[in-house]
């Protein structure tokens, strides 16, 4: 039997049996080709399924890198919510040892311990969990400057960069005279 490129009979075949020719022919090298050189070559020989094994290899990474990156920016934004808490707690400091001032009174009278009744607009922390306290008011030649520290806790939402929950620490100093 003969094969042809444009698949047509040859010229001693009708189309029905070329066909069935072409298949039966085909099927019989495909079974000698696959007796000659095992199973286990023509898998590993395969080139099927190449593309998905290669996206799942580079998906995890790609992936991972992304996470990361979610994780990174949650922390340096709670870090900058920290800071403008920090800023407007000194700014609540410094405007109630003025307010003492021109009452007559020491500067740092009532200016330590914790920082209670003042609204810290801090997005996306917990008000609850923020601690904020001033410590180390002191005067010195009419100049008053107090310490003002604000806390939180932060943790990471995803446990592979393995670091315990921690508390997230800023310190700013009010300074008045």
């Known amino acids: 039997m003969r094969w042809f490129a444009s698949g047509k009979a040859s010229p ?44 799942a290899i580079i998906s995890v990474v790609l992936l991972t890198l992304l996470l990361g990156a979610v994780e990174i920016a949650r922390y340096m934004f709670t870090l900058e919510a920290l800071r403008t808490a920090a800023a407007e707690a000194a700014r609540a400091v410094t405007l109630r040892g003025s307010a003492n001032m021109n009452a007559g009174l020491a500067p740092c009278s009532g200016l330590s311990g914790d920082l209670t009744g003042v609204e810290v607009s801090a997005p996306f922390l917990n008000p609850g969990a923020l601690s904020l306290t001033m410590s180390g008011c002191a005067t010195n030649a009419g100049v008053t400057t107090v310490a003002v520290t604000v806390s939180h806790p932060f943790g990471f939402v995803l446990p592979f960069f393995g670091s315990p929950p921690a508390t997230m620490t800023e310190t700013a100093q009010a300074v008045f005279n």
């Open 12 to 55: 001693g075949q009708t189309a029905s049996s070329s066909h069935a020719g072409n298949a039966a022919g085909r099927a019989a090298r495909l079974l000698r080709a696959q007796a000659r050189r095992g199973c286990a070559g023509r898998i590993w020989r395969s080139r099927r399924g190449a593309t998905s094994l290669e996206f």
